[in-house]
């Protein structure tokens, strides 16, 4: 990371702004420890009971839903994107709830089983269970899933706390989803063989609470979660080139 004095720019602005204006008139929740877009997941303090991670996200029917290409990995991914939140704050994931909505006659109940079969093999995954939701009928497919998780008092890690000179780090391999998403997209990929799975990077909490000083979730992209990490820091970053040695 690099210091900079330009001013913060959100990636989205329009985004922002509607976050922003949703916000305006909502009573700040006096337990609430981060502000909007410091953090993947809320983080909230309640007292002796300790510190609850609680997010929410939606995968809507086109391209974010792309990438799953069965029932099996439509509830996969559900509950993986809302548990990769909580891996951000290096939270450990308690319980799932998950809203279907769904276009009338457009599921066989063999299809549901299959959706609900991966939605409870990934939180079983990451060490917990899906505790309930609800179900709708719509014009367009959506899936949401919301993750709770606890997070120890003393290991509070969120987007803040970048300094000029750190260096960002992944937990894993990157690329395979915009690859795959690519694929059925551009291509028309039929998503024929084994579906694409991804993992929350809950395995990383703990050496993230030991090492890191900010972190940031990665499902929307490398490029823009590195941008998203500077300008709330109010940090820039540098890329170098590496050459393959061997």
Not at 11 to 24: C, G, P
Not at 81 to 97: F, H, K, Q, R, T
Not at 218 to 228: K, Q
Request: with cysteine; glycine share 10%.
């Amino acid at each position: 990371m690099t210091s900079t004095t330009r001013n913060r720019l959100a990636l989205s602005a329009a985004e922002s702004s509607l976050i922003m204006a949703i916000r305006e008139r909502m009573t700040r929740s006096p337990r609430q420890l981060n502000n909007a877009f410091e953090a993947d997941a809320e983080l909230l303090d309640l007292g002796a009971a300790g510190l609850l991670a609680v997010t929410v996200d939606t995968l809507n029917d086109g391209a974010e839903l792309a990438t799953a290409t069965t029932p099996y990995a439509k509830g996969w991914l559900t509950t993986t994107v809302s548990v990769s939140d909580l891996a951000a704050v290096a939270a450990d994931p308690v319980a799932v709830l998950i809203s279907c909505s769904l276009r009338p006659d457009s599921w066989t109940l063999e299809e549901a089983r299959e959706f609900g079969r991966g939605a409870s093999e990934a939180a079983e995954r990451y060490g917990c269970h899906i505790v309930g939701g609800d179900t709708n009928w719509a014009n367009e497919e959506s899936f949401t899933s919301c993750a709770l998780g606890t997070v120890p008092r003393e290991s509070i890690l969120n987007r803040m706390g970048a300094r000029p000179g750190d260096a960002l780090y992944v937990t894993g391999p990157i690329g395979a989803g915009n690859a795959v998403g690519f694929r059925a997209l551009a291509l028309g990929g039929t998503g024929a063989g084994e579906p694409w799975l991804p993992e929350a990077r809950v395995t990383a909490c703990e050496p993230l609470r030991r090492y890191a000083r900010a972190c940031i979730d990665t499902s929307d992209g490398l490029l823009s979660a590195a941008v998203s990490l500077a300008e709330v820091n109010g940090l820039g970053a540098v890329v170098f080139g590496c050459r393959r040695v061997g």
